[in-house]
């Protein structure tokens, strides 16, 4: 059963870049034409999704974060990460990762990782 | 740009009864529409996609309807462990979701 894990640091300085790692086990992240996915929640909010990325490489980013994001894939290590540059207050939020199966809906998600932007 | 919208934001319901929870899209999404269920301190976990297709495992009160722009999750007989924030999402083009309805014990 295939299992997601978020890590990272849990605070952020703004205007820093924050830096998240999604690990994949219980099979390979390029064995299947899966995407893998990064969605937030700020405490108390709804969910937003940040972008996708496939197995491939080829990325899709919400384009109301585009000009920040960075997603890749680390075939060898099983894992995808994220980055988003200069980050204020407004980007704290648990951090999830998920796979996309089939169309761009998540299922299994990782447990999330809270991450906090403050000096 | 698509816009989701859920009714109701709260809807208060007992052990055993019937909820009928909407979700509105500004623009048709045809079939690309998934719901989940939120616990607190928990991740979402996929209930519905394809407007009406249960993932894996999800048990058979839980039903999903709707195409284009109107889709209802029905959860035919509340449980005690379905009291959870429930939202819809389209993937039509990029991930959307709707800000929730929250299920809570009348």
């Known amino acids: 059963q295939l299992q997601l894990q978020e890590s990272g640091p849990g605070l952020v300085k703004p205007s820093e870049t924050l830096s998240l790692t999604c690990t994949v086990s219980?099979?390979?992240?390029?064995?299947?034409?899966?995407?893998w996915g990064w969605i937030r929640q700020p405490p108390g909010k709804g969910l937003e999704w940040i972008g996708s990325i496939y197995y491939s490489g080829s990325t899709y980013y919400n384009p109301s974060l585009k000009s920040r994001v960075t997603i890749s894939v680390d075939t060898s290590k099983n894992q995808f990460s994220l980055k988003l540059s200069s980050v204020t207050a407004a980007d704290t939020a648990v951090y999830y990762c998920?796979?996309?199966?089939?169309?761009?809906?998540?299922?299994?998600w990782g447990q999330g990782t809270l991450v906090t932007v403050s000096s | 740009e698509i816009v989701m919208t859920q009714s109701p934001a709260t809807l208060s319901v007992s052990p055993g009864e019937r909820a009928t929870l909407s979700c509105r899209a500004s623009q048709s999404v045809s079939s690309n529409l998934a719901w989940y269920q939120q616990k607190p301190g928990q991740a979402p976990r996929l209930l519905i996609y394809g407007a009406s297709t249960r993932a894996t495992g999800i048990p058979a009160r839980f039903s999903g309807s709707g195409s284009g722009t109107e889709f209802t999750l029905t959860i035919s007989s509340l449980q005690s462990e379905d009291f959870a924030v429930y939202y819809c999402q389209q993937y039509n083009n990029w991930p959307l979701f709707g800000p929730g309805t929250k299920v809570d014990i009348k």
């Open positions: 219980g099979g390979s992240i390029s064995s299947s034409s899966y995407y």
């Open positions: 998920a796979l996309s199966p089939g169309g761009f809906w998540f299922d299994p």
